[in-house]
């Protein structure tokens, strides 16, 4: 059964404390993304990897930095987390660069206190 | 400033009748318009989508119809049925830079009342 894993699947931190956000696929696709996803505002890109040390920006990235060391994981990292930062972040994956069919994990909702 | 818009935010419907959702965007280089689906607790999965050279998709149930001179389209779900109150995300997809990215609506909530 093919998937996109995240882990946790709920989270609490305090402000100022990090956090990491972990994500695998079993499908060996190329491009990964992580999301968040608030009330009314639909899902925003927070930055996209297209293949092992490969990332690039997406639109709301700042306070955010990824990794992805093996091609079937990403990670999500929070410096120094924010209460603003609290929000539900999906993960995803495509099979190839350009791919226009995403599959999404089932996400992680973070609470920053 | 890229943006796909949703209306309306919630829309309650019998069982059985057409549900209706709509979606607007701005920019023209717009090529391709997935519809995901998405229930409380899981993440979206594409439902049905279509390209900028068609101006219908029907699958089943669900139809998209799109209208590219006015930068339209709208979900149409005929005899609604309980399970699929669900929120539902129009998106839109820009080549750019060499990937795909996908620009999402804000969802219209859709309850199917039996």
Same mark, same amino acid.
């Given at each position: 059964?093919?998937?996109?894993?995240?882990?946790?699947?709920?989270?609490?931190?305090?402000?100022?404390?990090?956090?990491?956000?972990?994500?695998?696929?079993?499908?060996?696709?190329?491009?990964?993304?992580?999301?968040?996803?608030?009330?009314?505002?639909?899902?925003?890109?927070?930055?996209? &990897?297209?293949?092992?040390?490969?990332?690039? !920006?997406?639109?709301?990235? *700042? @306070?955010? %930095?990824?990794?992805?060391?093996?091609?079937?994981?990403?990670?999500?990292?929070?410096?120094?987390?924010?209460?603003?930062?609290?929000?539900?972040?999906?993960?995803? &994956?495509?099979?190839?660069?350009?791919?226009? !069919?995403?599959?999404?994990? *089932? @996400?992680? %909702?973070?609470?920053?206190? | 400033?890229?943006?796909?818009?949703?209306?309306?935010?919630?829309?309650?419907?019998?069982?059985?009748?057409?549900?209706?959702?709509?979606?607007?965007?701005?920019?023209?280089?717009?090529?391709?318009?997935?519809?995901?689906?998405?229930?409380?607790?899981?993440?979206?999965?594409?439902?049905?989508?279509?390209?900028?050279?068609?101006?219908?998709?029907?699958?089943?149930?669900?139809?998209?119809?799109?209208?590219?001179?006015?930068?339209?389209?709208?979900?149409?779900?005929?005899?609604?049925?309980?399970?699929?109150?669900?929120?539902?995300?129009?998106?839109?997809?820009?080549?750019?830079?060499?990937?795909?990215?996908?620009?999402?609506?804000?969802?219209?909530?859709?309850?199917?009342?039996?």
């Amino acid at each position: 059964d093919m998937k996109v894993t995240q882990m946790p699947r709920y989270l609490i931190k305090r402000m100022g404390e990090n956090v990491l956000l972990e994500c695998g696929q079993d499908m060996s696709h190329e491009t990964m993304y992580w999301y968040r996803q608030d009330p009314g505002l639909g899902l925003q890109l927070i930055y996209i &990897s297209y293949d092992v040390d490969s990332n690039s !920006e997406g639109d709301i990235p *700042k @306070g955010y %930095r990824v990794s992805r060391k093996k091609r079937e994981h990403f990670s999500l990292i929070l410096d120094s987390a924010k209460t603003n930062q609290t929000s539900v972040y999906f993960c995803a &994956s495509s099979l190839r660069r350009g791919d226009t !069919e995403v599959f999404f994990g *089932k @996400g992680t %909702r973070l609470t920053v206190v | 400033q890229q943006q796909v818009r949703q209306s309306p935010q919630s829309l309650t419907v019998w069982e059985g009748e057409t549900a209706i959702l709509n979606c607007s965007y701005e920019d023209s280089t717009f090529n391709y318009f997935p519809w995901y689906q998405q229930f409380p607790g899981e993440g979206p999965a594409l439902l049905i989508s279509i390209s900028s050279v068609s101006d219908k998709k029907e699958d089943g149930r669900f139809t998209i119809f799109f209208n590219k001179r006015e930068k339209k389209l709208s979900l149409h779900i005929t005899d609604s049925q309980p399970g699929d109150s669900a929120t539902y995300f129009c998106a839109a997809s820009i080549y750019q830079g060499g990937s795909a990215k996908l620009i999402f609506g804000e969802g219209t909530k859709l309850t199917v009342s039996s």
